[in-house]
């Protein structure tokens, strides 16, 4: 039969034979760090940017006054 495609066939079979296993439910922890790393990342991004905003606006203020 023409219409069936091989490389289809091939990778569900492959798919089938070869089961992945769930690496984060395996490593939790390591899961939990990264999510606590990623907040304590974006705190201090957010940190930085809301000081950059306040210098910005302070020295807009002395100019203009």
Do not use: Y
Not at 4 to 9: A, D, G, L, T
Not at 41 to 61: D, P
Request: proline share 2%.
């Amino acid at each position: 039969m023409p219409a069936i495609n091989k490389s289809i066939v091939a990778r569900d079979t492959i798919g089938h034979i070869v089961r992945r296993e769930n690496w984060a439910r395996q490593e939790a922890g390591v899961v939990v760090v990264f999510c606590i790393v990623f907040v304590v990342a974006v705190g201090l991004i957010g940190l930085w940017i809301s000081k950059c905003i306040s210098k910005r606006k302070a020295s807009k203020a002395t100019v203009h006054a």
